[in-house]
């Protein structure tokens, strides 16, 4: 099985202040491409996820640059710079591994 | 607008079958590659499967492997998946995605969903 652990589960965040969620893979998620394989996913209270980041680090179109994805490998960084009340909501990375795709738990991410 | 819309989903016995559609509009069907997710109430999301965009690449995650198809029809700009053997286990909203044109296993656009219940 190829795990993807993401941390922390729960986060509370103050306006204004950052936070950032971790994802791990088991396996490497670099292609021979140059490609990490590994997207960030947000999936707001009543509705569908919606696309952040994809290839490890490239900003979705409209998604604010206050998103930012990091990392190479097996390790992942979600940061979110000055979190504003709107950012509520489950935080999901997926990786890509022997041709099929899977979810991390998800972090919950709350307003102080 | 890009627009993805899923039907077919409501109540079904364990051990029956039940076909979901997605109907797509807003771009080129034929260019990308479709995917299925889930979600069970109240739990994370889960990858269900995807189908390439000329349909000749399909692969599925392990808990549906062999029970769920995933089909498309580029003429009529729609993708189905086919369940058999449903548990009550595959309770879940089931969400349609579009696969990111640069990166296929991406999904970047996510239809509204629809309910399947299986009791």
């Known amino acids: 099985d190829f795990v993807l652990t993401q941390s922390p589960l729960s986060l509370s965040v103050t306006p204004g202040e950052s936070a950032s969620i971790s994802c791990r893979s088991s396996?490497?998620?670099?292609?021979?491409?140059?490609?990490?394989?590994l997207d960030w996913y947000l999936q707001k209270p009543g509705q569908s996820p919606q696309l952040l980041i994809f290839l490890g680090s490239s900003r979705a179109p409209g998604v604010p640059d206050r998103f930012s994805g990091s990392g190479s490998g097996t390790d992942f960084t979600l940061k979110i710079s000055r979190v504003e009340a709107e950012d509520v909501g489950v935080y999901y990375c997926?990786?890509?591994?022997?041709?099929?795709?899977?979810f991390g738990r998800g972090t919950k991410l709350e307003i102080k | 607008q890009v627009q993805l819309v899923e039907s077919g989903g409501g109540v079904v016995q364990p051990g029956r079958s039940l076909r979901l559609s997605c109907v797509v509009s807003?771009?080129?069907?034929?260019?990308?590659?479709m995917h299925w997710a889930r979600q069970a109430p109240g739990k994370g999301l889960e990858w269900v499967g995807a189908i390439w965009d000329d349909g000749n690449f399909k692969t599925y995650g392990d808990s549906v492997k062999g029970r769920f198809t995933i089909s498309r029809d580029n003429s009529k700009n729609t993708v189905y998946l086919q369940m058999d053997s449903l548990r009550a286990e595959d309770s879940a909203v089931y969400y349609c995605?579009?696969?990111?044109?640069?990166?296929?296993?991406?999904?970047?656009?996510w239809g509204q969903g629809t309910t399947v219940t299986v009791s």
């Open positions: 807003g771009f080129t069907f034929s260019s990308h590659a």
């Open positions: 997926m990786q890509v591994q022997q041709r099929m795709c899977s």
């Open positions: 995605a579009r696969g990111l044109y640069m990166s296929a296993w991406t999904m970047d656009v």
């Open positions: 396996q490497s998620l670099l292609h021979t491409n140059g490609y990490n394989y």
